[in-house]
């Protein structure tokens, strides 16, 4: 197990997943896993912009939206992005279609997985696990 | 062909029994054990509901 670095550092390093993918990882020494952790999140996310899901955001019209939002904000700086740039907009007329749902599905899941990210670098950092 | 249910039910699968086979797993064993096993209980589990779902609304 890795030696453990103080506190504050923990945190900066484990928040680097909000950039990128992974990020935190590599620099904490993990790269291979890193390397495969941001293709799968990256390649979760490709798919559910492919299937027509779309990025939620806070001010969405209804609560079950902006727990979306939420759950795909934990992406970080390609929610930030996506949300500025327009992509992916919610669309209600797109709403009624087949793949909508599964979209979304696969968009919240990256988010979710990047927060899971997030805390499993914490816990590498802190040395809780290796 | 992603607008196919049960490609892309195969392939949200695998997605996240890779993510978690990662994260958890050190060892290649232990790697391909998770994966089926998170495969097996999300694939047929999602094909049960499915079934479920049809044979409740006749």
Redesign the interface.
Known sequence: MAEPIPRWKAYALSLLTLLVPGLSHWFLGKRRRALLLFLIVAATFVVGIALKGALFSFGAPNWLYRLGAIAESGLGLPYLVGILASIAKLDPAESASLMFGYGNVFLVTSGLMNMLLIMDAFDIAVGRKD | M??DHFI?LV??SL??A??FG??NH?DLRGFFISIAKTMGWMVLGSLAFAYLMLWTGR
Do not use: E
Request: aromatic fraction near 16%.
């Open positions: 992603l607008n892309t392939l949200f997605l996240v890779c993510f990662v994260l050190r």
